[in-house]
């Protein structure tokens, strides 16, 4: 790894004991409401129909307060390298783990919300230093988000998709990256677009789960199933995204809450993970409860439930809609995610789509539902990226 510069220090995540004494005192502290009055037994997708079940809110709360390990994450986060730099006036927090392979290419993965760093933690080290001697290797970055985890809380408004994509860029040539390919889904994913068609001079391509065509688009001439997926997509935006519009108009006053109350926390962060994974009833078919954990963990010890959420007050419904991506993209759709594009779409904005997939099962957190399969796809879309750019 490059030297550290006085732009670049190390870092390493330890909570104090008095920080985490006190999550479990608030859980062993905490007042819950009533049962749903959906009552069904497990498993049926309708128990969720009102939110987050109370049977199953109260055992992920006894094992977050009497059997959940934060220390084993930490432990797993200062293995992969922890760093820090400030741009703009902020500070920015990530993970750096460079390959062995001199052949390696500079990869930026981004994360969205509810999700974190902790999304990449399980990958990180196969798409460095993969076993077959085949595959592309990577130097992988993994940045929090402003206002996520162990980066800084933006004090003012303006840090949106555009000014984090153009803080990445910054952030990798601190690395030595000069040129490097970027990943990304949910709001990862739309800061990727931004990279990939506002920065081609840096970036190699992209490969990305969120493909968001311009607006206005036709349905004429698409397939059945793209149709549908239109309507899902139409669906979600009506019936199931109160959450977005309320991070995006009023972010501060579910804050109090986030930051306050972990039960509340995670109440708002599981009924994402369980909406939008490919389960027929529980996220914890397909994701570890520590994993989960993990990453709501990261999200109070940090009290970023606040400023996390801001990034919808500052970017929601922004994506310019004559960005046009001219670099080299993959794209993956998987089944159960919350929004799915046509390709007809996509290419709309999408203009060199090289490789597209949309696979037989997964949702909206791939690397943690479907790991093996996230990898080998992205590797293999990546490359794809890499040999339209020979």
């Known amino acids: 790894m490059p030297p550290l510069t006085n732009d670049v220090q190390a870092f390493e995540a330890h909570a104090t004991d008095a920080d985490l004494d006190d999550l479990r005192a608030r859980l062993a502290a905490a007042r819950l409401p009533e049962a749903e009055t959906v009552c069904r037994a497990a498993p049926d997708p309708r128990r969720w129909e009102q939110g987050v079940p109370l049977a199953d809110l109260v055992d992920l709360v006894n094992y977050w307060r009497t059997g959940y390990?934060?220390?084993?994450?930490?432990?797993?986060?200062?293995?992969?390298?922890?760093?820090?730099?400030?741009?703009?006036?902020?500070?920015?927090?990530?993970?750096?783990?460079?390959?062995?392979?001199?052949?390696?290419?500079?990869?930026?993965?981004?994360?969205?919300?509810?999700?974190?760093i902790a999304e990449f933690v399980d990958v990180v080290d196969e798409l460095a230093d993969p076993k077959d001697a085949d595959a592309p290797a990577f130097n992988v970055v993994v940045p929090s988000l402003p206002g996520f985890g162990y980066s800084d809380r933006p004090a003012t408004t303006g840090w949106g998709t555009e000014k984090i994509a153009a803080a990445w860029v910054e952030l990798m040539g601190r690395l030595g990256y000069r040129k490097f390919a970027a990943h990304g889904g949910d709001w990862g994913?739309?800061?990727?677009?931004?990279?990939?068609?506002?920065?081609?001079?840096?970036?190699?391509?992209?490969?990305?789960?969120?493909?968001?065509?311009?607006?206005?688009?036709?349905?004429?001439?698409?397939?059945?199933?793209?149709?549908?997926?239109?309507?899902?997509?139409?669906?979600?935006?009506?019936?199931r995204a109160a959450y977005a519009k309320q991070q995006a108009t009023r972010p501060q006053t579910i804050g109090y809450s986030l930051v306050d109350s972990p039960v509340g926390l995670l109440a708002w962060i599981l009924d994402k993970f369980a909406e939008w994974s490919d389960t027929g009833d529980s996220p914890f078919e397909t994701i570890s409860r520590d994993r989960i954990l993990d990453d709501v963990t990261l999200y109070w010890l940090t009290r970023t439930g606040a400023s996390s959420a801001r990034i919808y007050y500052e970017s929601h419904n922004s994506l310019d809609?004559?960005?046009?991506?001219?670099?080299?993209?993959?794209?993956?759709?998987?089944?159960?995610?919350?929004?799915?594009?046509?390709?007809?779409?996509?290419?709309?904005?999408?203009?060199?789509?090289?490789?597209?997939?949309?696979?037989?099962?997964?949702?909206?957190?791939?690397?943690?539902?479907?790991?093996?399969?996230?990898?080998?796809?992205l590797r293999e879309g990546l490359a794809a990226v890499l040999a339209a750019n020979r």
């Open 189 to 239: 994913g739309n800061i990727t677009t931004v990279l990939g068609g506002r920065f081609p001079a840096h970036v190699l391509g992209i490969h990305t789960t969120f493909a968001e065509a311009p607006p206005g688009l036709a349905t004429d001439g698409l397939t059945a199933a793209e149709r549908k997926w239109t309507e899902e997509t139409r669906d979600f935006w009506r019936h």
């Open 321 to 377: 809609p004559e960005l046009r991506v001219d670099v080299p993209s993959a794209i993956t759709m998987y089944p159960r995610d919350i929004e799915k594009c046509p390709r007809v779409w996509a290419q709309e904005r999408y203009r060199r789509i090289v490789r597209w997939r949309s696979p037989e099962k997964g949702g909206h957190f791939p690397s943690l539902e479907v790991p093996e399969y996230f990898v080998k796809d």
């Open 69 to 116: 390990n934060w220390r084993s994450f930490e432990e797993r986060l200062n293995r992969i390298g922890q760093f820090r730099t400030t741009i703009d006036e902020l500070g920015i927090h990530f993970l750096h783990r460079r390959s062995a392979r001199a052949d390696a290419t500079p990869l930026i993965l981004t994360h969205g919300w509810p999700g974190s």
